[in-house]
């Protein structure tokens, strides 16, 4: 992860001093009529915490304890004081919090460094090769408001999908491979020639309908999602609410984008257009968690090749069948009501062996 998510501390330390000499930003540091009312608040909110009263509070999943607090001022009640009238008023707090979120740096990490040896190992001369297959990623021009997509050919270009403007296929490189990963607020966005990117998953998971339009002879489309809803959990930490906030989403938007390109191409706007297609989908295993670690890359490669030998069985059963000629062949993953069948009855089997095991102990 540190090989390639790295602090930008020049960048950094540029935006702190710009922040720190624009004489603007000292303006509302110190608000004296906000601090007198804040104090204000305070002696009449002591004024009603004469009466006390006990009340039980989780202490941990098992255990309770009793506590005595201020009738009218609960714990809820001081941590909202402690934020509106201590920190918020406070200059030195304020201008701090300011510093860090007011700052011209827009993400926490920098992912594309020119002429860094991590992208300068990576080939993408050898993406161009003649017997190398046609690969394609998109990214979000926030400058101008489009859809940009990049490809390993130079000559490409995208048809105008309605709904948004798609730009023609542009070079794949580092900046656009950097830029196609510039998750907001995670990653800072990537400049291309003077023009403002982020990830374009945001908008466009797959470019499903570039994928048809550019190439009318595919006769196989085979979708491999990356993350799905069931391996998302209850957070332990910030760092796994981190990443909820990140997957979480990316896990619905993709597989609700499936569920319209498959709906589009049986009964809607394209209906009878791609009937010799074959769609295959390889479904994605929820023991794979977002663990930045070389036991969950391991895990992730092991199960990844279970998933790939199950679809390949699932594809040979299916092609071995006579296919429907009025509409597409769709060997779909096991949908998520099925998958938490299979779970429940494994868990109940695995209680009733833990059961019987247990009964046969003398």
């Known amino acids: 992860m540190n090989t390639i998510f790295a602090p930008d501390w ?10 720190l000499l624009e004489p603007r930003n000292y303006k509302n540091a110190l608000l004296p009529r906000e601090i007198m009312k804040s104090f204000m608040h305070t002696i009449s909110a002591l004024g009603r915490m004469s009466a006390t009263r006990r009340r039980w509070r989780p202490l941990n999943d098992r255990e309770f304890e009793e506590v005595r607090e201020f009738a009218e001022f609960s714990e809820g009640d001081f941590n909202r004081w402690t934020l509106n009238h201590v920190l918020a008023v406070n200059p030195v707090v ?15 990490s920098r992912l ?17 090769e003649d017997n190398k297959p046609f690969i394609f990623h998109n990214a979000w021009n926030l400058s101008k408001q489009e859809l940009v997509l990049f490809a390993n050919r130079k000559d ?11 730009d023609g296929y542009r070079p794949i490189d580092a900046a656009s491979l950097c830029a196609c990963s510039a998750l907001p607020y995670i ?15 945001l908008v466009d998971t797959v470019n499903f309908k570039n994928l048809l339009r550019d190439h009318p002879d595919l006769d196989e489309i085979w979708i491999n999602r990356i993350v799905d809803a069931d391996q ?16 979480q989403f990316a896990a619905t938007v993709g597989e ?3 569920k319209l390109f498959k709906y589009h191409i049986t009964c809607g706007e394209a209906e009878g257009e791609f009937n010799h297609l074959t769609i295959v989908e390889i479904p994605v295993d929820r023991h794979i968690n977002f663990d930045w670690s070389h036991s969950n890359l391991e895990l992730g490669i092991k199960m990844g090749a279970l998933a790939a030998d199950h679809t390949k069985k699932r594809y040979d059963e299916e092609m071995a069948k006579p296919k429907d000629p009025t509409r597409p062949r769709i060997i779909e993953a096991p949908h998520r009501e099925e998958r938490m069948q ?18 046969a102990c003398p």
């Not at 020049?10 to 922040?19: L, P, Q, R, V, Y």
């Not at 105008?160 to 798609?166: H, M």
């Open 10 to 19: 020049a960048s950094n330390a540029e935006a702190m001093w710009d922040f």
């Open 94 to 108: 304020r201008f701090l919090t300011a510093m860090m979120y007011k700052s011209k740096i827009d993400g926490l």
């Open 112 to 128: 594309y460094y020119p002429n860094s040896k991590f992208l300068d190992n990576i080939k993408f001369d050898r993406l161009y």
């Open 156 to 166: 490409f270009q995208a048809k105008a999908i309605n709904g948004y403007q798609v």
């Open 187 to 201: 990653e800072q966005t990537v400049e291309i020639d003077g023009d403002v990117y982020c990830e374009g998953a």
């Open 232 to 247: 998302i959990l209850p957070p332990r930490n910030l760092y796994d609410s981190m990443a909820n906030l990140c997957e």
């Open 256 to 258: 609700d984008d499936v």
């Open 342 to 359: 299979k779970r429940r009855e494994g868990l109940r089997e695995h209680l009733r062996d833990r059961l019987a095991a247990r009964r």
